[in-house]
């Protein structure tokens, strides 16, 4: 699957329910179109990984995700090999009769992500998820994977992308990244939502919320994020929290039912003491008084 | 590629990015035309998409590259980033060998006069307070070589090793063909050891000035060292100085601090700095399994019940922390500053770091160190 133009794309995943702004559609657009992996970096919740899985989606392409951690290596991120296969086999064959390269043959390899990525004969979206958590040298090896799309395997030699797999990686920042890597990668920052994108993406993923209900929690999670918050809410908590109301059945905010289900919002005791105690009502109060033009169709982008 | 005038206005935005501040190489600038052939150029949104995404490549470049972009289009003109110099007297005064100093020489910290030290001892513990300015080239020498102790951490990743407890399978598979099956030949791996994340946040308020100086110079060698290392001051607020300090030369790592930290000398907000590190680099997760060595005084001018909390979050998150206070390094010292009794219950080693010899102490801590005890 192909795309013409960016409103296409746009089109596209709004029919797989991800709305994207334009910076982000123009980053996905882009990096499909220059076959260049698109860096995404942004506060957590802002949908970051929500983005790879629904451009794998709309190119009907799998997914294969690497999820990185400090210590992340060859044999969980590459390949392997089936040792206990390889022994038993051994074990089996006659002496003298089994060679070596019999023996380190691909039906003996176990396909880590990256490798599995580009091999694979149909299309692919390789996620490489938190990439800042992974150690320097890891991701110097990634560099060269991630220029040439290609591995070597010392006992099979090299083995190249029959096609390129769309590449998108994601970062929290904990560490600034290799400029090297990055000189590789489109670059794009994920911000916040607009209000009436949030809404939007909140009626989206949460069917049948009242309009209402949609507008106020959107607008209180906004008012939550002008507060001093350990850890500010994103999107993702928005729409775990309007599912949690939803379920609740109520049409609009109270303060009663928010200090209910203020867990599934802030994830830190002090921040939801702090907004408990001093701010909860005021919040309640403005998210309340919102009024929203409502956007018919696709939100339009905002700069 | 497109047409010639949109080279030369993209090469030209290029340059007007690389004046405000952004490094842009002449790879990113044939990226972005190459961008730019697949979008509606009449769409001054996507151009501006798209030449984000290309030319910029890091969060602080954004603002810059707003402005430039601006400036392009609108024919506004740029404003270049706020400069501070360094405060000249101090640098002149060291560097000219100027001994006007010499009035400091009375300032806290201990003057050894046991008969017998070699030079090389007395400058080891001599405070960096009143040191002269040979002295304090020499003192540099040293810290450099002290600068490379780091904390250290297990990784997951395994290495051939005599006394290894993982069995090399790999090994063992291949080596297993010549014996048809049978594991005769065995080799183990284990885990190594590396680095552990090093966070160093250091006060350059007025208080600190007569340390400053020694201290920056000792975070510019840790930071040359290795990578891993992330460095900090503050004073009224929070100034990451670790691409500063990434500089070789240490004067001009000195200079790049100095133009960044807009509140040198002055006052201190240790409650607030620490805040904004919690808020804003903590949630990213720097702290997490890091050591952080604080260097301060402990003067709190304003709310040491927010040091408390400050430190005690940070603790939470940190594999251990340790305070460097350049005064404990007077026999006389007692922590009553409110500040830093605030901030000690978090603390896990106290260490003074007001000459070579106590870095030295603080190398030697650095490397041992373990977790923090769990209160």
């Not at chain 1, 076959?35 to 949908?47: D, I, Q, R, T």
């Not at chain 1, 060679?99 to 694979?120: H, K, T, V």
């Not at chain 2, 300015?133 to 990743?157: G, N, Q």
């Not at chain 2, 060698?221 to 240490?250: H, M, S, W």
Request: net charge neutral; with cysteine.
């Amino acid at each position: 699957m192909t795309f013409a133009s960016i409103e296409e794309l746009e089109e596209a995943l709004l029919g797989a329910r991800y709305l994207p702004d334009r910076g982000l559609a123009t980053a996905l657009f882009l990096a499909l179109r220059l076959e260049k992996p698109l860096l995404l970096e942004g506060e957590a919740g802002v949908g970051k990984t929500e983005a790879a899985k629904s451009l794998a989606a709309v190119l009907g392409a799998r997914l294969i995700r690497l999820q990185c951690y400090e210590g992340l290596d060859v044999g969980h991120a590459v390949y392997e090999w089936n040792y206990s296969r390889q022994l038993l086999h051994i074990r089996a064959a006659q002496e003298g009769t089994l060679s070596e390269e019999e023996l380190f043959g691909p039906e003996f390899l176990i396909r880590r992500p990256l490798l599995e990525a580009i091999q694979s004969d149909e299309p692919v979206v390789l996620l490489i998820d938190e990439i800042d958590r992974a150690d320097d040298e890891f991701e110097a090896f990634l560099l060269e994977v991630l220029s040439d799309f290609q591995i070597t395997i010392p006992e099979i030699g090299t083995v190249s992308a029959r096609r390129r797999p769309a590449v998108i990686l994601t970062s929290n920042r904990t560490r600034e990244l290799h400029d090297a890597l990055k000189r590789r990668c489109l670059f794009h920052w994920i911000g916040h939502p607009s209000l009436e994108r949030e809404v939007e993406i909140v009626r989206m993923r949460v069917p049948g919320v009242p309009d209402r209900l949609a507008a106020q929690a959107a607008a209180f999670v906004r008012g939550l994020r002008r507060l001093d918050l350990a850890k500010p809410p994103g999107v993702a908590e928005t729409i775990d929290w309007t599912q949690a109301l939803a379920a609740l059945g109520r049409p609009e905010l109270d303060p009663e039912v928010v200090e209910w289900t203020l867990g599934s919002v802030l994830k830190y005791h002090e921040d939801f003491e702090l907004v408990r105690d001093s701010a909860l009502a005021e919040l309640v109060e403005e998210a309340r008084a919102v009024r929203l033009e409502r956007a018919a169709g696709p939100a339009h982008a905002s700069a | 590629m497109p047409g010639h005038g949109v080279v030369q206005h993209v090469v030209t935005f290029g340059r007007i990015l690389r004046e405000a501040g952004v490094e842009v190489g002449p790879g990113r600038v044939a990226d972005a035309l190459t961008a730019l052939d697949a979008v509606d150029l009449t769409r001054r949104e996507d151009v501006y998409w798209t030449l984000r995404m290309t030319l910029a490549s890091r969060r602080e470049d954004l603002e810059a590259f707003d402005r430039a972009f601006a400036a392009w289009f609108q024919y506004a003109p740029v404003s270049p980033p706020l400069r501070v110099r360094f405060p000249d007297e101090r640098r002149g005064a060291r560097a000219r060998g100027d001994t006007a100093r010499g009035g400091d020489a009375a300032a806290p910290g201990e003057e050894p006069t046991e008969v017998g030290w070699s030079a090389h001892e007395l400058l080891r513990r001599k405070d960096f307070a009143s040191m002269t300015p040979e002295e304090f080239a020499r003192a540099r020498a040293l810290m450099t070589e002290i600068a490379a102790a780091r904390p250290r951490r297990r990784s997951r990743r395994l290495r051939t090793h005599p006394r290894g407890t993982v069995l090399d399978l790999r090994r063992l598979a291949r080596a297993s063909l010549a014996t048809a099956g049978d594991p005769v030949d065995r080799r183990f791996r284990r885990r190594i050891d590396t680095s552990r994340k090093l966070v160093v946040i250091c006060d350059v308020s007025g208080s600190m000035e007569k340390y400053t100086r020694a201290l920056l110079l000792f975070l510019h060698a840790v930071v040359g060292a290795g990578r891993g290392v992330e460095a900090f001051a503050f004073g009224t607020r929070l100034t990451r100085l670790t691409p500063e300090l990434g500089l070789r030369d240490p004067e001009q790592a000195l200079d790049a601090c100095a133009a960044s930290v807009v509140d040198w000398a002055a006052g201190t907000r240790i409650g607030a700095s620490l805040k904004t590190f919690n808020d804003v680099w903590g949630r990213r997760a720097i702290t997490r399994g890091a050591v952080v060595v604080i260097v301060s005084d402990g003067w709190e001018r304003q709310d040491p019940e927010l040091v408390g909390r400050e430190m005690a979050r940070l603790a939470r998150a940190a594999y251990a922390v340790v305070w460097v206070n350049p005064l404990k390094g007077s026999p006389r010292y007692q922590p009553l500053a409110g500040g830093m009794r605030a901030a000690l219950p978090h603390v896990d080693r106290f260490l003074s770091g007001h000459n070579v010899a106590s870095l030295e102490e603080l190398a030697e801590v650095l490397v041992g160190i373990g977790r923090r005890h769990t209160a």
